[in-house]
DNA sequence: CTGTTAGCGCCTTCAT
DNA sequence: ATGAAGGCGCTAACAG
């Protein structure tokens, strides 16, 4: 079990001073004035040895890691992992590592994996946080911490985040309903729930209701952790009741996913008996028999978005706070209404 | 911007030493006979401090991180998404973090990715490994550091996997097929590909074909960058040449995934056009109108014996090399066939 | 029962 | 153009 090579190494083998290599190695070489010869010699040995440094040593020492943490409700919803894999990209090609944690909707959890990364001194934090507000990030990130939000944003808040346009999109396919003849459509969302994203999808269709355009349902809450069982209650008495076309939207893809469920037990025939809509876009949504309607998030873009911000972040500290980008969430009107 | 509390913080205000209190919060006060009394008031300071050791700092005096390093070929999959997410429950319990890295499919990135991960001092390694030989893993595994590998293990290697019945499961699928009436079944897999587990999946189907049980046609292999129109192109083929019962059976979830998608464009009926059965099971599968028939592994607990065996390892250094797990993937009979 | 000392590998100021 | 020395925060020998 050989140890691997350090700076001494290299500095003994070429009888220079750790101080030189360190420099070199780090591109400093030109602004000290070294010898482009010395620099070449010092490069290829490195090379040669495999020398690689430790980062735990230079962390200890400059503060910096070098890794980003990445905080998501669950890696294996599809849509996290599409956007962080949009993250890990962009960060790789600043030479930057990616933590990922779960926080399972889970507050407490949330906050125990940030304790945990800030342990690991990492340089930024990217979160789709699970909180009621941001005051836990707004102190972090006056310790000096550069945070970002994605996903899940807080209104009145300082600190940069990417989100999309939640309620114009939601908006947009609920009008595409009613076009299409649907008037008491009902919303559900996962809750209960004080998400802002959500919020706004929801709100979205309170205010058609507002305006008379919507009949007057009450938004569906949905507890995800007993979802089928809440949906098919919810739905059997919505179909028994309503007489008119009937339509459901749901906020999220999981609930899009047991609705479609639902109907499949209970041999409904979408949109005949049930007609679909759903925030999210899923893959399958595209090849379903019938092809299901869904409103589709740029998911890479709001990795590569978010990862940009961080990067800018890290280079200017006290830069201009408040970015907010917002993105462009593509309606997609397909055979399920 | 405060400064986070260190030991020295700690020692200065409570007038003793950092060893005494390093002692005490690694919870080896007892050991060292520290009265209760001085123990009690130094977690009590470190509590409300809100002490936290700093990692870099630990790792560096102990050449340990409590990071463990995942490759996977794309955290997107929700095949592996699962598997991660059962590693990371695992492991958490034991006080480990994850670190999870992509190599895209490629044997360089693959091989960047580990380098990366070993600056940062991680304590083991656990692989789906895209390269063709597990030399390179073994050689790690020589400096000490732990690795296991899953899903794609290595024929004749002496490291540590999980794996699943490949062959057997898709024999038995075969088989079921086979009753059903279907002979001339087209086989495809994902490639070119040197992986172990596609090609137990393929030869359990070319057995078959020797035994004269299975017609003669060559199993295709897909290249996934362009799976669509590759996929399009064999099955036209297939479906104009054959004129018994069709029926494909498809070595990974991306690939069944085209498949039904192409049926749904080509509006080809499932399964009385062209049955589908395929490796991996999808939540799709179990919702769509036909059901898919898949082999559903047990993704969680692939990631929980993973991350046990990575934790025996870690405890035991020079245990027993050679642990192999083999977990059974369940065949799964549906309205497809 | 408690403290002193040294050093992990690296970067950085200050000297030369 | 190069080097010496110090220290980041922590732990582990070794002393009392």
Redesign the interface.
Known sequence: ??R?TTLADLANELKLSKTLISLVLNGKGDDHNISKTTQKKVLELAENRNY??????R??RTGK?G?IGLIVP???N?FY??I??GI?RQLSKAQL????S?SNENQLKEKDQV??L????IDGLIVASTLDNPEYYEKLA???LPVVFFDRCFEKCKLPCVEVNNYDATNEALQKLLKKGYKNILFMSPGPSHLNSLNLRKKAYTDLQKEGKVGNLEPIEVDTSNAALEIKRSLDNYIKNTKSKKAVFTANNELA?EV??YC?KEKLAIPSDLAIWSFDD???F????P?ISGIDQPVFEIGERAADLMIESLEEPNGKTGRKITLIAEVKERESV
Chains 1, 2 share one sequence.
């Open positions: 079990m050989k691997r690689k440094p430790l980062q735990s040593a962390s200890l890691s890794i669950s890696i294996s599809s992992a599409a962080a894999e890990e590592r990616l933590f990922v779960n304790q945990l800030l342990q690991h001194n006056k310790t000096g996913f479609i469920s499949k899923l893959l399958m595209g090849i379903y028999s092809t």
